[in-house]
């Protein structure tokens, strides 16, 4: 654990568990980590752990509280989605910018939602863990996923839509433990896989003829 809740806790939450508040979290993965487990071998914890300090740099740049989660997940905590937001982003570019060793590449998908949470234990627990692990899981390698509240979040922030990373529809998607489909967003930008809603195909903004424009003008198009 980089960072510890306390600080997010009030003196009586340190006492029993409790509702902290309402914050943005932002969880990732390692896409087919059992096969970079298997490829890497010895080298496999430097690659992870080397992940895990790119992330939790991104994570302390915006001010959030990180700590590292089950296996090759993590889990960061923060007061404000917009800044929940530019981590995500940050640490999904310093990933690709890493020069991994001999092509020991983690393929890292995240997601993030806001809601509350409560600590038992000296752990983070509630509902909002739950379904952001559930659109992390919808979010290809490469992707920032992000639900409906996390992105209304974000514009309630009240700062000016130029300093917020640019968020476009994802479409509607299934996710486990969900009563139907459920509308995600995703992030526009420079070295970020990007998926248009109702298409298969995956977009790598780093390698797309027209990169970032090119994909506005297909995730804008009428339907």
Known sequence: MVRSLVGLVSPAGRRSPGLIRR????????????????????????????????IARAVARKG????????????????RADDAISASVEAQ??????????????RVRMGVHAGDIYVVGGEPVGLVINHGARIMAAAQP????????????????GRPAAGRPEVADAGWHVLRDHAGPVRLSQVVADGLTVVPPGDVAIIDLTTAPGGVDAVRAMLNRPS
């Open 64 to 79: 959030g509280t990180f700590m590292a989660y089950a296996g090759d997940g993590t889990l960061a905590v923060f007061d």
């Open 93 to 106: 570019r310093a990933l690709a910018a890493e020069p991994w060793p001999d092509g020991l590449v983690p």
């Open 23 to 54: 914050v943005t979290v932002v969880q990732s993965d390692i896409v087919s980590s059992t096969h970079l487990i298997e490829i890497a071998g010895a080298a496999y914890p430097h690659v992870l752990m080397r992940h895990r300090a790119l």
């Open 142 to 157: 490469g992707q920032v996923m992000i639900s409906q509240a996390a992105a209304q979040a974000a514009v309630q922030t």
